[in-house]
Structure formats: structure tokens, C-alpha cells
């Protein structure tokens, strides 16, 4: 069964670049969409980006372009979030989490009710 580990959080000054990286392991992730979420203390989930790791087309929320960027690897089995010029208010657990495989979508979605599978999230704090 596939499962989702995420890592590359920390502290950052307002300004500053992380880069997340989602690790599936025990299956591949060609065949899923592979999406991006936040969850602000006090918030609701938030959806950021999604991936379709085998065709590398993807999905933005439109709040995000130019800030966030999100990639794949798929001989690595990797995700990856980029996240440039962060801002206090992109203080969150960050979560990555896969879709059932071989969606019949036209393309990924930034829903989290799509996904059933999350990994732990990773914490991303940015603070002067």
C-alpha cells in the first residue's frame, strides 16, 4: 500500500525559499495525482498545487502562482514543493497526499476529498 512521507520544513526568516519533498514508498507514483495541502493553526485545509506525475501536467490554485512551484520524479518517487518568498502567512503544516490511481479526471484537482492517502505533514514556520 502506498504510503506518503514528507520532509525539507523548518524555521525561515520572511523572504526565504524552502523546497518539500514527498517520498512514496512501496508503490509507485506514475499512476496517481499527487497533490500539495496546508493546514494554518485554527484553518481549514487548504489546497495548493496537484501533480500528474506521469504526464507533468498540473494544477495551481490561482492564490499561489508565481510563488509556489510543485514537480515530480518519478524514477526517484518523489514530489516536490517549492515555495519562494515566504511570508508569515504561509505558516502551516504541510501535508502531501495521493489520489486513487488512474484517475479518470482530465486532469488533477486540488480537492482534498479526491485524495485518500496523506502523509504526516511537515511543518513550515516563517517568522522575523
Known amino acids: 500500500q502506498l504510503q506518503l512521507v514528507e520532509s525539507g520544513g523548518g524555521s525561515v526568516q520572511p523572504g526565504g525559499s524552502l523546497t518539500l519533498s514527498c517520498a512514496a514508498s512501496?508503490?509507485?507514483?506514475?499512476?496517481?495525482?499527487v497533490a500539495w495541502f496546508r493546514q494554518a493553526p485554527g484553518k481549514g485545509r487548504e489546497g495548493i498545487s496537484c501533480?500528474?506525475?506521469?504526464?507533468?501536467?498540473?494544477n495551481h490554485k490561482e492564490s499561489v502562482l508565481g510563488r509556489f512551484s510543485i514537480s515530480g520524479n518519478l524514477a526517484n518517487n518523489l514530489v516536490y514543493l517549492q515555495i519562494n518568498n515566504l511570508q508569515p502567512e504561509d505558516t502551516a503544516l504541510y501535508y502531501c497526499a495521493a489520489s486513487p490511481p488512474f484517475s479518470t479526471r482530465s486532469m488533477c484537482v486540488i480537492t482534498p476529498a479526491e485524495y485518500d492517502v496523506w502523509g504526516q505533514g511537515t511543518q513550515v514556520t516563517v517568522s522575523s
Open positions: 512501496r508503490v509507485t507514483l506514475e499512476n496517481f495525482d
Open positions: 501533480l500528474r506525475i506521469k504526464t507533468g501536467v498540473y
